[in-house]
């Protein structure tokens, strides 16, 4: 398992530094990126409040709404990316939002006001990570270009999309019961761009491979309440930074979680952010060859050849679109996560 209890405690980056683009502040947060994974950030006071009141109010709708009333809002999960979705087996349930959905069902007015405002105040965050990793980046290849147009734009208008598997989404995750590895949420990586996790309530659970100590490490264990948040990449930033920075390999271990009808407050509420690029910006051709020969499934000329893709007109939608849709068919898995199993990409 590569797995240690216990990690090195790294103090959370002030998000406030990282918006100024303080150079140490943009220097550390990209670096702990790329060696270990993860960066930690601290959360301004208006999200920590949203964070702790949206976790308070997802409690309550899982543990009171009854299975039958929550199916109403489940979709078809190979189509769809929001909604209900119940996985006993796994122990957890998971209600995924995108505000910009217009077919998109709400148990009712407070659930959906609620995961909005976390939805776009998380939205802004990643928005700053993004360009204080962006500053950092041009500052050390000392490129000429007008990096701030190009990071600044990579997630604008990113919510409505005609691609419903890559794009921005909320997830409010409710595991009430801990299982084996293999059976909750094992190691996987994530689509997008940013991953951002603010701490949950109840079991700490997150863990993040270190690639500096080539160990998982916990990430949440130390956190005392809901003012950090753990910072990862996704396959899309690796994508874009030419493999700068890996997309970070995490999972979920809970220990000691408990049936949901026991009313023990030992369990956990979790909303994982993923923030995508617009699905519409058209992606560099040369990007997009490496990244589609290394998923080990057809090179880019093939499927130009079955008119999957159109090099000339790729985009970061049309492309993680149809790579999902191919790897889920490959690997004849369903679709459990924004990304499927690390293993399964070795």
Same mark, same amino acid.
């Given at each position: ?41 601290? $959360? ?5 409040q ?11 709708? =899982? /543990? ?5 009333d929550?199916?109403?809002?489940? $979709? ?9 979705w !119940? *996985? ?6 998971v209600?995924?939002?995108? !505000?910009?959905?217009? %077919?998109a069902?709400? !148990?009712?007015?407070? =659930? ?38 190009? +990071?600044? #734009?990579?997630?604008?208008?990113? @919510? ?10 909320? /997830?409010?995750?409710?595991y ?9 949420? /094992?190691?996987?990586?994530?689509? #997008? ?7 949950? @309530?109840?079991? !700490? ?5 270190? +690639? *500096? ?9 130390? @956190?005392? /309440? ?9 396959? #899309?930033?690796? +994508?874009?930074?030419e493999? +700068?920075i ?15 009808? *026991? ?11 993923? $923030?995508? *690029? %617009? ?12 990244? $589609?020969?290394? @998923? ?33 068919? #490959? ?16």
């Amino acid at each position: 398992n590569y797995y240690f209890p216990g990690m090195d405690a790294l103090p959370p980056i002030p998000f406030e530094l990282l918006a100024k683009r303080d150079k140490k502040s943009t220097e550390l947060f990209s670096t702990r990126l790329r060696r270990k994974g993860h960066a930690v950030i601290s $959360l301004p006071k208006k999200v920590t409040q949203t964070v702790i009141s949206t976790h308070a109010m997802l409690r309550e709708y =899982f /543990d009171k709404e009854s299975y039958k009333d929550k199916m109403k809002y489940s $979709l078809d999960r190979s189509k769809y990316r929001y909604g209900f979705w !119940p *996985s006993p087996d796994m122990g957890k349930e998971v209600f995924q939002v995108r !505000p910009s959905e217009k %077919n998109a069902l709400w !148990p009712s007015f407070k =659930f959906r006001s609620q995961t909005e405002v976390l939805f776009e105040e998380l939205h802004q965050v990643g928005e700053v990570c993004l360009m204080a990793l962006g500053s950092f980046l041009h500052d050390i290849k000392e490129e000429t270009s007008d990096w701030e147009k190009y +990071w600044g #734009s990579l997630c604008k208008g990113c @919510s409505p999309s005609d691609f419903p598997l890559a794009s921005t989404l909320l /997830d409010c995750f409710h595991y009430y019961d801990s299982k084996p590895l293999t059976k909750s949420c /094992d190691a996987h990586i994530d689509y #997008s761009l940013l991953t951002l996790v603010p701490t949950a @309530s109840g079991l !700490p659970g997150l863990q993040v491979f270190d +690639w *500096s100590a080539s160990r998982f490490v916990d990430v949440e264990a130390q @956190s005392k /309440d809901a003012s950090t948040c753990v910072v990862m990449t996704g396959e #899309s930033m690796g +994508w874009i930074t030419e493999g +700068w920075i890996s997309s970070s390999i995490h999972r979920v271990v809970l220990e000691n979680a408990t049936d949901k009808k *026991s009313c023990n407050p030992q369990r956990r509420i979790s909303t994982p952010f993923l $923030l995508f *690029s %617009n699905p519409k910006k058209i992606l560099c051709a040369a990007h997009e060859r490496k990244y $589609l020969e290394s @998923s080990k499934l057809k090179t880019s000329e093939e499927l130009v050849s079955e008119k999957i893709l159109q090099l000339e007109s790729v985009t970061f939608g049309k492309s993680l679109h149809e790579l999902i849709k191919a790897r889920r068919k #490959s690997l004849k898995c369903g679709p459990l996560y924004s990304g499927d199993t690390a293993v399964a990409y070795a």
